[in-house]
């Protein structure tokens, strides 16, 4: 843990995640896929805060009764925690409780739910109405925020930080 990454280590990560995602698609053709990452800037992915994400979200995923479960894998790499669900659901209903969670519970923000298509593509929100993303330090797009390199890693970090200590321990039933 707390070990720094390489850029050529991360995008391995990537590509390992995609290869993943086929596998458990082959696997399970019946179900929807949700892959969830944990939002972290800087070279080093697995720390206590993304840890604890991990297990909370773990904790609650398992507990949600709007999932079916058929699949449930948790991670925990050098280039961050994964998750991998395989659900009865169908894909928009799936992305619509994953948006519900992203946006609505309080460490949701620091999650990043991708429901993966059976053609392996990312399913956007936009896709059922939803709006994209907002930047955890000033609102904005969170795209646009990214594209334009408009925050600092360590501007980033403290807001991560920051809402990681203020809800880690609370309680929460979404589902």
Same mark, same amino acid.
């Given at each position: 843990?707390? *070990? ?8 391995? /990560? ?17 179900? /929807? ?17 993304t840890a604890g994400l991990a297990k909370r979200a773990e904790a609650f995923l398992r507990s949600c009764p709007q999932f079916h479960i058929e699949f449930f894998e948790r991670r ?12 009865? *659901? ?8 994953? &948006? ?19 053609? /392996? ?6 896709? $059922? ?5 907002? &930047? ?6 969170? $795209?646009?925020? $990214? ?5 600092? +890693?360590?501007? $980033?970090?403290?807001?991560?930080? *920051? +809402?990681?200590?203020?809800?880690? *321990?609370k309680p929460f039933e979404l589902c």
């Open positions: 843990m707390n *070990e720094t990454i390489t850029l050529i280590e991360l995008l391995r /990560s990537r590509d390992e995640r995609h290869e993943k995602h086929l596998q458990l698609l082959r696997r399970f053709p019946d179900c /929807s896929l949700v892959s969830v990452t944990m939002v972290m800037p800087g070279p080093v992915k697995l720390n206590s805060i925990d790499l050098k280039t961050g925690p994964e998750i991998y669900l395989l659900c009865r *659901e169908g894909l928009e209903a799936t992305k619509r409780i994953c &948006c519900d969670i992203e946006d609505l519970h309080p460490l949701g923000r620091l999650w990043d739910f991708t429901v993966i298509r059976p053609d /392996s593509v990312p399913m956007a929100r936009t896709e $059922i109405g939803r709006h994209a993303r907002h &930047c955890i330090v000033c609102g904005e797009t969170a $795209i646009d925020c $990214i594209r334009g390199r408009r925050h600092s +890693i360590e501007e $980033i970090y403290k807001r991560v930080e *920051e +809402i990681y200590v203020a809800n880690s *321990e």
